[in-house]
């Protein structure tokens, strides 16, 4: 069966907040690329009211095997006590970028040394 892929959406109330869930995402290797559009305005509701607020959107390109360990980063690391965590599915994409999606998300392989440990 073909790899599937996702894009995942997450938006934080500062910049820093989502460079800082950009960069732990793809050095974990649980997202290939993640970037940060912003700021754009967002309304909502929040609790009973309609609120209007400044926000950062950082899109993630990852698998779909990956995207349960993404969304638990992006809880665990969140500041909103309800975060945004889309996943869009990707129907159709270049081979070449995919690929490279796959390959960036792989579980690292274990060293020589570590298959021994667990020997």
Not at 7 to 14: G, L, M, P, W
Not at 22 to 49: F, H, K, N
Request: hydrophobic content about 45%; proline content about 3%.
């Amino acid at each position: 069966m073909a790899q599937a892929y996702v894009q995942v959406t997450t938006t934080v109330d500062e910049r820093a907040e989502a460079a800082e869930l950009a960069a732990v995402a793809v050095s974990e290797r649980l997202a290939a690329c993640a970037q940060v559009l912003g700021p754009i305005s967002s309304t909502y509701w929040w609790e009973d009211e309609i609120e209007t607020a400044e926000e950062w959107m950082v899109l993630f390109k990852t698998t779909a095997d990956r995207f349960e360990e993404l969304a638990g980063l992006i809880n665990e690391q969140h500041s909103y006590e309800t975060p945004e965590i889309i996943a869009t599915p990707v129907v159709a994409g270049s081979a070449d970028y995919l690929g490279w999606v796959s390959a960036q998300t792989a579980e690292p392989a274990l060293e020589e040394d570590e298959l021994e440990i667990l020997d």
